[in-house]
C-alpha cells in the first residue's frame, strides 16, 4: 500500500495495451476505474481486471465501476440486467417507506452479485445529492428524490446492500451536487445559496453517511464557503466542510480530472486537486497523454490518505450467504410495483 500513488486510473479499451501496463507497472496506480467502453463481454472483463492488478502487483488493488442503474450503468444487457434509476426506487419510498429502502438494499445487493464475479470490487454509489427545482438533469433522476432525510435513508440502504455483498460504496458527489444549475462534465456550476441552506438540504445524506469509508467530491462553486475554487480543488471546502461540519474521515477522491467544471492542464488540474486535500485524484478516460500528465503530479500515499486507503482495504469482509435467485425475486416483485 505504502508503495502506491494516490490516483485511480482508467484505460482506452477492453484489453490493456503494452503502454497501459508499463504505465501501471511504473507508476503504481492505487486504483482503477472502468467505463461501458472497458465492459465488451463478462470474460473479457474479468481478464481485464485481472490484469490491471496483475500490472501494479496486487491482487486487492481497488477497482471501481459507475453501476447505478438507469442513465448511469456500464455493464449492460445482455451481460447484466438494466436496473432502474434512483428515481424510481425514491418513488417507491414515497409509497412505501419500508418497501423503498428494502429496494435499495436489493438492487446494491444485486450490483454486489453481479460485479464481485468480475472482480470489481467498489461501486461508485449510493448517490447522495438532493436536487432543487431548476438544477440541471446531469443529477435528475440519478436522485432518490428532494427530501435530503430520503436520500440519507435510501443511500444508506444502498451502501448496506453494497457491503453485504462484498464490495465497497462511494457515496457521492460530497458535499453536494443537486444545486448545480450545470453540467459539471461540460462546464463548472456555480451555487450562490447560503451556507444555512446548504447544511439544511444539501449537506444532510452526508452528515447522515459521514462513516462510511470512501467519498466522491464535487465540480461545483459554492460562493458562501469558497467563490474562487470548486470542493474539489478548495481546501477551505475540503477541511472546514467536508472533513469539518460533515464530519467525514474517510478517503476522499476527486471526481474525475478530465472533466471540463476544472480548468488548465491535466497536470495543473491534479496538482490544484491534491493541493486541495482530495486523498487520491481520479483520471477517467484512459487517454495516456492525460495519464502522464496526472500521474506527474499524483504523490506517493502517505499520512492521512495512507491511514484511509489502509482503512478501506481493511473495510472489505466476506460477502452474507445470501441466495441471488432469491434476492433478485424480491426485487422485482418490489419494483413491479412502480
Known sequence: MSESKAMILGCSGAQLTPDEVSLYRDERPWGFILFARN????PQITDLVASMREAVGRPDAAVLIDQEGGRVQRIRPPMIERYPSAAVLGEIYRRDRDQGLRAAW????????????LGINVDCLPVLDVPVEGASNVIGDRAYGFDPQAVAEMGKAAAEGLKAGGMLPIMKHIPGHGRGMADSHHELPVVTASRAELEAHDFQPFVALKDELMAMSAHIVFTAIDAEQPATTSPKVIEEIIRGHIGFDGLLVSDDS?????????????????????????????????????????????????????????????????????????????????
Not at 438492487?107 to 453481479?114: E, G, K, P, T
Not at 502517505?302 to 469482509?317: C, D, E, T
Not at 435467485?325 to 416483485?333: G, I, K, L, T
Request: charged residues 25%; aromatic residues 4%.
Open 106 to 117: 436489493l438492487m446494491s445487493r444485486l450490483h454486489a452479485f453481479d460485479l464481485m464475479k
Open 258 to 338: 478530465s472533466m471540463n467544471a476544472l480548468k488548465g492542464t491535466l497536470g495543473e488540474r491534479a496538482a490544484r486537486i491534491v493541493a486541495g486535500g482530495c486523498d487520491i485524484v481520479l483520471h477517467c478516460n484512459g487517454l495516456m497523454d492525460e495519464m502522464k500528465a496526472v500521474v506527474k503530479e499524483a504523490v506517493p500515499l502517505a499520512g492521512n490518505a495512507l491511514r484511509r486507503a489502509q482503512a478501506v482495504k481493511a473495510g472489505f469482509r466476506p460477502a452474507d450467504a445470501a441466495n441471488e435467485d432469491a434476492v433478485r425475486q424480491e426485487f422485482h416483485s418490489l419494483v413491479a410495483v412502480s
Open 39 to 42: 465492459c465488451i463481454e463478462l
